[in-house]
């Protein structure tokens, strides 16, 4: 299952693993109009096959070369901005079915960042737990982000990323979005945006706080951090609570 972001021509387009002879299923919330579905004018590499319940089935004739990236626009209504993809062939994966549904607005929002203000007003946001530091290169030998800590209350959490330029003046990478990904019992796997707090950049570093909702029965829980035109990877965040020691 794939959450969409609210707005989607901020943030990178989401990706969807495709394979030569495989039929991969789309489906929407509600029927797709008749030109909704659009790829370069060029392409021919991908069949797409519009069903009257709201889906969609997109089969590749070949599998795409390594690094490349097909985009495909998908309008879901009126007014509102439509859903940007990038069809990729990974060796080791390939999505059968997603299903694409809305952000919707959390009932404790306002709770919520009350709380991730206060953790970034605290000295490193680390607000006593902590866990071991993950990193991810975002980009080669320019700029390092690292989950420095996670604050569980029941099934809510907030963790904080510290972002940190490796060059000597040069601004950190600008975060756009943080994305989230939980393994669900029946090993669906369910990616949503997470909440993003920002605080101010300094000259080489700038902390995050982002919150989620860990889904109940996940098995496990993984991070990944977008730049305004490069989706990252994901990387595994602990389901518990590590506490640092004095």
Do not use: C, N, Y
């Not at 990178?12 to 039929?23: C, Y």
């Not at 909704?36 to 070369?65: C, F, M, N, W, Y």
């Not at 299903?99 to 929002?109: G, H, L, N, Q, T």
């Not at 977008?226 to 990387?235: I, M, N, V, Y």
């Amino acid at each position: 299952m794939l959450v969409v972001p609210i707005h989607p021509g901020q943030v990178p387009p989401l990706e969807l693993q495709v394979r030569a002879g495989v039929a991969s299923l789309l489906l929407f919330e509600a029927p797709l109009k008749r030109g909704a579905v659009t790829l370069p004018e060029d392409e021919k590499r991908l069949q797409l096959v519009p069903i009257d319940d709201g889906s969609l089935i997109i089969v590749p004739i070949t599998d795409l070369p390594e690094e490349t990236q097909v985009p495909l626009s998908v309008e879901t209504g009126p007014g509102v901005e439509p859903l940007r993809f990038t069809l990729v062939t990974r060796p080791d994966a390939v999505d059968l079915q997603v299903r694409v549904v809305k952000s919707e607005p959390s009932a404790d929002e306002a709770a919520v960042s009350a709380l991730a203000r206060s953790l970034l007003s605290t000295p490193d946001g680390r607000a006593t737990l902590a866990v071991p530091q993950r990193a991810a290169d975002l980009q080669p030998r320019v700029s390092r982000g690292q989950a420095e800590s996670v604050l569980w209350m029941e099934r809510r959490f907030f963790a904080t990323v510290a972002l940190r330029s490796r060059k000597k003046g040069t601004s950190p990478w600008r975060l756009v979005q943080a994305r989230l990904r939980a393994t669900l019992a029946d090993g669906v796997l369910l990616e949503w945006p997470a909440h993003l707090f920002s605080g101010e950049a300094g000259a080489i570093r700038q902390r995050h706080i982002l919150s989620g909702v860990l889904p109940e029965g996940s098995s496990r829980l993984e991070l990944a951090l977008d730049g305004e035109d490069s989706p990252g990877a994901f990387q595994p965040l602990p389901l518990e609570e590590v506490r640092t020691h004095p």
